[in-house]
């Protein structure tokens, strides 16, 4: 039999209320829009220079044997067959289940991604899912 503790007993309370919501810190926030701002850039970057840049799309079907033109195959592919969006979605799910600063940066930088290279459905509920965790309470730390 284990012994509870009585209903008004301050220890019970103040462990009731460390538990809040997930909340970032300042720097972590500042982590975030720096990989933010990376990730979009380099998706930018994907889509209208190599992607659909038509000089570029010429040169590599021609098979020109550069690293653009291998992330040009590999970024198409990984698009084509949506994985943006659904490693997007895992992400945010576990991030949603158990908020944290890595799944929150890892959904982050893949659901970019998603929104630049043509997974946008599966991305943007991925992102609306990664906000909803920030209603879930933080996880416990010993």
């Known amino acids: 039999m284990t012994d509870l503790p009585p209903t008004g007993d301050p220890t019970l309370m103040r462990e009731i209320a460390k538990k809040g919501p997930f909340r970032p810190s300042a720097v972590q926030v500042q982590w975030l829009i720096v990989v933010g701002f990376v990730s979009v850039g380099y998706a930018l970057y994907l889509r ?67 929104i630049v290279l043509y997974n946008i459905g599966l991305s943007g509920v991925a992102i609306a899912i990664m906000i909803l965790g920030f209603a879930r309470p933080a996880p416990a730390t010993a």
């Not at 840049?53 to 021609?62: N, P």
């Not at 040009?72 to 997007?88: D, P, Q, S």
């Open 48 to 114: 209208y220079f190599a992607v659909e840049f038509s000089q570029v799309a010429l040169a590599c079907e021609a098979g020109l044997p550069t690293m653009l033109c291998k992330t040009r195959l590999l970024a198409t592919y990984l698009f084509k067959n949506e994985v943006f969006g659904i490693a997007a979605l895992i992400v945010a799910l576990l991030h949603f289940l158990r908020p944290s600063i890595v799944t929150l940066t890892v959904g982050l930088i893949v659901a970019g991604f998603g």
